[in-house]
Structure formats: structure tokens, C-alpha cells
């Protein structure tokens, strides 16, 4: 066998100190494809950018044809090894040939002056890439499949030994892709060329491969054969998927469409990720924009998230309208579906040829805004500013690939979405005949806590404009506690009221970060008791030890062995109340909790507020309150 022209030895890869993966064993030899696979944010890309030099390694070697990379110069290694990264940055007035001339200064120096040989290895670095013809168009106003064609041209000129390619097919049709994977062959096939690339479409790696590592979330396998790394159990492995997903991914013969693979962790588990209705939107607007423009309907759309996470996607259908065009993408949650998972957001999109706005609102679906507090102004359709921002980049972007310099008039749709609607928080905050089009990352995370954190702090917006002076805010973990409020304090119905959730700890931030003065914790004691150990957040995937808590507060009153034993194995707080009451110790047990969640109450506010708690039962009723509690309740009913 051939030396390895790239080469890994015990390497460990990660940022700061706590590697990513380590004892990472690979090589690829001349005339080789490695192929890296594995669900998105494993590390493939940080591994590429270990192997390039990019970041430093957290032990092990890397070695460059035989010698550590770390003995190179940057410009010694530049002419031996390149690197394609996806390209988003703007350039200033610069060619297709320019761009890719740049290639070249490893051998021209910092000056770029270009020889007579220099200026033919940039064209026959554009020729092979299959860009020869974009050579005088403005970077800029090239499609981003084009782009990926002159980078690769680009590290083509550098005439390295080793190019490192991280998902270079992003972004391209599958037309498209399977021109740029066959120019790979070329390269390495042809002229030599150890080409290491991270793919994360598997019928194109299959394809292309001529060995394989797979890089798992917690490590990285060695040099697999193709037949090894891509057999059933591997690839269920590999990205965690059950006997049926796989069916369902890999198990019929009809050509799929892309699925969005991007996965996070949530214990032993890998959870795919979806995008957002404001994603959808704005890959909808590109969509129907392209076909406007260029007279072609699109494969797939893609775009960059504010999360920096690429999704690509097929359209569900793109089309000629009267004054237009509109195309359509399905609502994707992932494995964190919601009520919006499956439904078609439609994005209808007219040329104005005559600005340069880009005008953006709200369709069929899509609710209105009816009051103060929200993203948008009362009478504004409900799609936040991140989505708006997010549409308007993609367009931009299709507008600077056609050199069209007239403006759009967008209207979203979703279809379905005033049915929908109605079994979301929408009409309760202000939303009113539709959803809303939401979304800060762009991408949906499972069990992320980030919408309902979203849909609390519209609520608090909402509440400070309610609230009098000194402003009172109650709080309530969910509807048990409302219920509760309207029975017992209906004297409170002016009071702005907002739900937590299970989120206690940063709702009361909110609070603090809203001015508010005197806030009242009104909750069932299931949940409630767990503030009593400064759990902040009461999800029972985060702490469930209500039992545990009644047992040591038992136990700090003079509860013998046998009634802390009975508490700790009681199934409900209901459970544990009957047997303090059988003991004739409820009332010094539910003293000594309540002091300890007014401490933590007091430990979070930070003294930004003044802050109590009030716990009661379905069962049992009115339970009791903190000491600050008593003191706001009494001065409420006074005022």
C-alpha cells in the first residue's frame, strides 16, 4: 500500500479543553476518496478543520506526506494541502477568475501577481471545476451552486496533494452534485489526489467512496470499508435510528426527497432537528423568486440559518401564479413535532421591478397582531422580525445571483393555519386568525426549551403595559393555577397574570428584567414543592424529588424512620399530605417548605422584587404561604 498522503495518530479533536473525540486513527492514500459521514454536529467539520491546520489538534499528530503538520509554513503547507469550506462571506467587486486566482498565492506571494503559467493554472483549475464560462461574472451575482464550483476551482489551483472538502454539495441540485462528485473522482482517480470530503447525503457517499470513516457523536471510527460503513446496523448506529426509521429513510426504491439531518443529544438519545416556519418561509421565497427570475423551477432551495446550520430542502410544489409565482415547503419538526409539523408554508412572490423594497406580509394562515407587546405592531401580520430578516436575505441573494436590482413583494401563507391555530397559545397572547411565523435560529431543537421561553416573555411584554403602580405581576405554572386564582382571589382579575410553564427560575428573570415590584407565585404544591431545593425549572425530565423533599422536611420536624420511609415511597404530594395528616405533622412540614422556597424565591429575585408563594391541592385545597406571600396578599386586598 501506497504511504498515507494525510494521516491521523491518536488524534483528539474539540474546542477549549474537553475533547470532542479522541484516539482518532485515519489515512487516506493517493488516488483515494475518504469519505466522512455522520449526523450533523458530530464534528465533522472540526475534525476537517483539525486536518487542515485550522484548529489546533488537543493531542495526538496529524501528518502531512509523512512529516506533522506543525513543521509546515503556511505557505509549505497551503502548496501540499486545500481546504473547501462553504463559502458566505461577500467579496468587493471581484471575478469568478479573481476569486479563484487566489488560489495561487501560496506560489505568487501575498502580491498576487500572476505569471503567464499562474493565469493558465487558474483556467485550467476553472475548467475542471466546470466554471471556465463564469470566469468574468461577478462572484456575487452567481448562483451559490456556481459558488461552489469556483471554490473548488480555487483550491484546485493551489495543485495540493491532499484536498479537504466539507459538504461541498451543499447548496447544489442533483444535477449539480453528481457533476461536482464525479470531478472529485477525476481528482483522485485520475490525477492522484488524496481527497477527504464530509458528506451528509449516503447514496452520494456511496456513490463516491472509496473508504469511509464515520464519526459518531462521542468518537470516531477507523478506515471502514464502503460495504462495512454503509450495512443497515452501522448506519442505525450511526445516527441512533430505530428498525422503522431506517425502513422509512432507506428502505424504499423511489428516489427521496433531501431530509434536513442535524441531530443534538438528549441523553443516551440522538434527536433529529427540524427548522422553522420562518425557514420555511424564507426557502419558500427563494424558491418561487428563482423560478421568477430564471425561468427554471428549483430541485431544492437552501439557506444558511441564523444558527449557521444548512437546510436544504425539495419544494412541495413551485409555480406561475397571474402576477407571480409561489412555492411551498413543508413544516418540518423533526423529532420535536408540534402542531405546525407537516403544514405547507406557501411563499407568493411579485417582482417590483421599479424599487428597491422588499415588501413583506401575511397571507391566509398567518394570524394578526391585536396587541401591544408583541414582535410587531398591533394590525402587523405575526411573522417576527428574525423570519422577516431571514426572507429578505433570500431574496437578496437570488436577486444578486440573477444582477436583478428591482425589489419583491412577499406574502406568506400557511395553509390550514387558522384551523391550527386554535390549539395554540396565539389567541390567548394576541395572535389572532392564524399562526405565527417565529423562530431566532431558525432551527427547531428537541425538547428545546426555546419557544415556550419565546411565548413567556411575549406574555411579560404584555404584562408590563397592564400593570399598575407598584407593579404586581402573579405568575402560575399552568392551568391548575389559574383555576385556582379565578376561585380563590377574584378581587386579583386586574393583576396581569402570566403562565411559567415549568419554568420558574426564568420567568422570575423575566420579571426582574421587566421592572416589576411585587410578584406573586401561585402553584400546586406537585410542582411547587420542588422550589423548596432551588429546582428552578419543575420538568420531571429535570428533577422530580417531591417525595424526597416531603421526607427531609419530615424528618427536620421529628418524622421517625418508618413515616420518612413512607414519604420517600409515596407516588404523589397527595399521598404525602394524607400520611403527615395521619401523623399530626402537616402543618410544621409545610412550614418548613415553605420557609425554604421563600429562600430560594428570595436567592433568585436577587432583592430585584419582593417575591412569595402560594401552594395548594386539588385534593386538599389551600395549603398555605410563604411569609412574603402573606405579607403581599394582605397589603393586595388593602389597596
Same mark, same amino acid.
Given at each position: 500500500m501506497k504511504e498515507f498522503l494525510c494521516e491521523t495518530q491518536e488524534l483528539a479533536i474539540g474546542y477549549g479543553k474537553t475533547p470532542l473525540a479522541s484516539g482518532i486513527a485515519l489515512g487516506a492514500n493517493p488516488g483515494q476518496i475518504l469519505v466522512l459521514v455522520g449526523p450533523n454536529g458530530a464534528g465533522k467539520s472540526t475534525l476537517l478543520k483539525t486536518l487542515a491546520g485550522q484548529l489546533a489538534p488537543l493531542g495526538g499528530t496529524v501528518l502531512l506526506d509523512g512529516q506533522d503538520l506543525t513543521a509546515y509554513t503556511g505557505t509549505a503547507r497551503a502548496q501540499k494541502l486545500a481546504l473547501m469550506l462553504p463559502h458566505t462571506r461577500r467579496t468587493e467587486l471581484t471575478t469568478c477568475f479573481e476569486f479563484a486566482a487566489a488560489g495561487r498565492i501560496p506560489y505568487t506571494g501575498r502580491l498576487g501577481i500572476l505569471s503567464d503559467a499562474d493565469r493558465q493554472a487558474v483556467q485550467d483549475a476553472l475548467e475542471i471545476a466546470g466554471a471556465a464560462h463564469l470566469a468574468d461574472r461577478d462572484f456575487n451575482c452567481i448562483s451559490d451552486g456556481q459558488r461552489q464550483r469556483v471554490l473548488?476551482?480555487?483550491?484546485?489551483?493551489?495543485?495540493?496533494?491532499?484536498?479537504?472538502?466539507?459538504?461541498?454539495?451543499?447548496?447544489?441540485?442533483?444535477?449539480?452534485?453528481?457533476?461536482?462528485?464525479?470531478i472529485l473522482q477525476k481528482l483522485a482517480h485520475e490525477q492522484g489526489l488524496a481527497v477527504i470530503v464530509s458528506l451528509h447525503e449516503l447514496d452520494m457517499a456511496q456513490k463516491i467512496a472509496d473508504a469511509v470513516v464515520c464519526v459518531f457523536p462521542d468518537h470516531?471510527?477507523?478506515?471502514?470499508?464502503?460495504?462495512?460503513?454503509?450495512?443497515?446496523?452501522?448506519?442505525?448506529?450511526?445516527?441512533?435510528?430505530?428498525?422503522?426509521?431506517?425502513?422509512?429513510?432507506?428502505?424504499?426504491?423511489?428516489?427521496?426527497?433531501?431530509?434536513?439531518?442535524?441531530?443534538?443529544?438528549?441523553?443516551?438519545?440522538?434527536?433529529?432537528?427540524?427548522?422553522?416556519?420562518?425557514?420555511?418561509?424564507?426557502?419558500?421565497?427563494?424558491?418561487?423568486?428563482?423560478?421568477?427570475?430564471?425561468?427554471?423551477?428549483?430541485?431544492?432551495?437552501?439557506?444558511?440559518?441564523?444558527?449557521?446550520?444548512?437546510?436544504?430542502?425539495?419544494?412541495?410544489?413551485?409555480?406561475?401564479?397571474?402576477?407571480?409565482?409561489?412555492c411551498a415547503i413543508e413544516k418540518d419538526g423533526g423529532d420535536d413535532v408540534d402542531v405546525t409539523t407537516g403544514l405547507p408554508v406557501i411563499a407568493t412572490v411579485e417582482l417590483l421591478p421599479g424599487c428597491t423594497d422588499i415588501r413583506i406580509d401575511g397571507g391566509r394562515g398567518v394570524g394578526r397582531v391585536t396587541k401591544p407587546g408583541l414582535d410587531q405592531p398591533v394590525g402587523a401580520a405575526?411573522?417576527?422580525?428574525?423570519?422577516?430578516?431571514?426572507?429578505?436575505?433570500?431574496?437578496?441573494?437570488?436577486a444578486e445571483a440573477a444582477c436583478y436590482t428591482g425589489g419583491f413583494a412577499v406574502t406568506i401563507s400557511i395553509q390550514n393555519g387558522e384551523e391550527v391555530a386554535r390549539r395554540t397559545f396565539n389567541p390567548h397572547i394576541g395572535v389572532e386568525g392564524g399562526l405565527s411565523v417565529l423562530g431566532t435560529s431558525g432551527i427547531v431543537e428537541p425538547m428545546s426549551q426555546q419557544a415556550i421561553l419565546d411565548t413567556i416573555q411575549l406574555e411579560m411584554n404584555q404584562a408590563v403595559l397592564r400593570a399598575g403602580t407598584p407593579k404586581r405581576l402573579i405568575l402560575a405554572p399552568g392551568n391548575y393555577g389559574l383555576d385556582y386564582l379565578h376561585d380563590t382571589y377574584p378581587a386579583f382579575a386586574a393583576i396581569p397574570v402570566v403562565k411559567t410553564s415549568n419554568f420558574i427560575g426564568d420567568?422570575?428573570?423575566?420579571?426582574?428584567? $421587566?421592572?416589576?415590584?411585587?410578584? /406573586? =407565585?401561585?402553584?400546586?404544591?406537585?410542582? +411547587?414543592?420542588?422550589? !423548596? *431545593?432551588?429546582?428552578?425549572?419543575?420538568?420531571?425530565?429535570?428533577?422530580?424529588?417531591?417525595?424526597?423533599?416531603?421526607?427531609?422536611?419530615?424528618?427536620?420536624?421529628?418524622?421517625?424512620?418508618?413515616?420518612?420511609?413512607?414519604?420517600?415511597?409515596?407516588?404523589?404530594?397527595?399521598?404525602?399530605?394524607?400520611?403527615?395528616?395521619?401523623?399530626?405533622?402537616? $402543618?410544621?412540614?409545610?412550614?418548613? /417548605? =415553605?420557609?425554604?422556597?421563600?429562600?430560594? +424565591?428570595?436567592?433568585? !429575585? *436577587?432583592?430585584?422584587?419582593?417575591?412569595?408563594?402560594?401552594?395548594?391541592?386539588?385534593?386538599?385545597?389551600?395549603?398555605?404561604?410563604?411569609?412574603?406571600?402573606?405579607?403581599?396578599?394582605?397589603?393586595?386586598?388593602?389597596?
Open positions: 473548488l476551482a480555487r483550491a484546485i489551483c493551489q495543485q495540493p496533494k491532499v484536498l479537504l472538502l466539507d459538504e461541498p454539495t451543499s447548496f447544489l441540485d442533483i444535477k449539480g452534485k453528481i457533476e461536482l462528485l464525479t470516531v471510527s477507523g478506515v471502514l470499508t464502503p460495504d462495512a460503513a454503509f450495512a443497515p446496523d452501522n448506519i442505525r448506529a450511526l445516527y441512533a435510528l430505530s428498525e422503522e426509521q431506517y425502513t422509512a429513510l432507506f428502505g424504499q426504491t423511489k428516489p427521496q426527497k433531501p431530509t434536513f439531518e442535524h441531530y443534538v443529544r438528549s441523553g443516551q438519545k440522538l434527536l433529529r432537528c427540524g427548522y422553522t416556519t420562518g425557514t420555511c418561509a424564507a426557502l419558500g421565497a427563494a424558491g418561487a423568486a428563482r423560478l421568477l427570475l430564471t425561468g427554471h423551477v428549483p430541485e431544492t432551495v437552501a439557506l444558511r440559518t441564523p444558527k449557521g446550520i444548512v437546510v436544504e430542502v425539495a419544494p412541495l410544489f413551485c409555480r406561475r401564479t397571474d402576477t407571480g409565482a409561489e405575526a411573522i417576527n422580525h428574525v423570519p422577516r430578516q431571514m426572507i429578505a436575505e433570500a431574496l437578496r441573494r437570488e420567568t422570575l428573570d423575566m420579571a426582574a428584567s $421587566a421592572g416589576f415590584e411585587q410578584v /406573586l =407565585l401561585v402553584g400546586h404544591v406537585g410542582k +411547587l414543592v420542588k422550589v !423548596a *431545593g432551588g429546582i428552578m425549572n419543575t420538568h420531571s425530565h429535570t428533577a422530580d424529588c417531591r417525595t424526597e423533599l416531603f421526607c427531609t422536611h419530615a424528618a427536620l420536624c421529628g418524622a421517625g424512620r418508618e413515616l420518612c420511609a413512607a414519604l420517600y415511597a409515596a407516588a404523589t404530594t397527595d399521598a404525602c399530605l394524607e400520611l403527615l395528616d395521619a401523623a399530626g405533622l402537616r $402543618a410544621p412540614v409545610l412550614e418548613s /417548605l =415553605l420557609d425554604a422556597i421563600q429562600l430560594h +424565591l428570595d436567592r433568585r !429575585a *436577587g432583592e430585584a422584587f419582593r417575591v412569595g408563594a402560594v401552594l395548594f391541592s386539588n385534593q386538599h385545597g389551600p395549603l398555605g404561604a410563604t411569609q412574603t406571600a402573606k405579607e403581599l396578599l394582605e397589603q393586595w386586598n388593602n389597596a
